[in-house]
């Protein structure tokens, strides 16, 4: 069973940072492109940013663009999503997934169609 397991999350005032981290465990993300989710109370999954999988490819929400960067440490098998310049508008469960479907092209997977999902890190930002 592929699982992802999300930490990092937490409470930050506004202006602030968090990492969050994505970790496999079971098998290997080499082979899979990443994207970072988030969900707000009574608003719908929002699509924030994704990485291909040898990295060489990032896409960001225009939400995210100047102040998320996302990464990959292939060797410690986790994805990273830096967040810096938090705002109150931050706050959601973040979530990330994995898809393989773009190995051979490493291409970023996109907005969707992702097969496997973590369980998601809260993160509340708040004075």
């Known amino acids: 069973q592929l699982q992802l397991v999300e930490s990092g999350g937490g409470l930050v005032q506004p202006g602030g940072s968090l990492r969050l981290s994505c970790a496999a465990s079971?098998?290997?993300?080499?082979?899979?492109?990443i994207g970072w989710f988030r969900q707000a109370p009574g608003k719908e999954r929002e699509w924030v940013s994704c990485?291909?999988?040898?990295?060489?490819?990032?896409l960001y929400a225009d939400s995210a663009t100047g102040r998320f960067t996302i990464s990959r440490d292939n060797a410690k098998n986790t994805v990273y999503l830096q967040m810096d310049s938090l705002k109150p508008e931050d706050t959601a469960v973040y979530y990330c997934a994995a898809e393989s479907a773009y190995f051979v092209q490493d291409l970023c997977p996109g907005t969707a169609g992702y097969a496997y999902w973590g369980q998601g890190t809260q993160v509340t930002v708040s004075s």
């Open positions: 079971g098998f290997s993300l080499d082979p899979y492109g």
């Open positions: 990485i291909s999988p040898n990295g060489g490819s990032t």
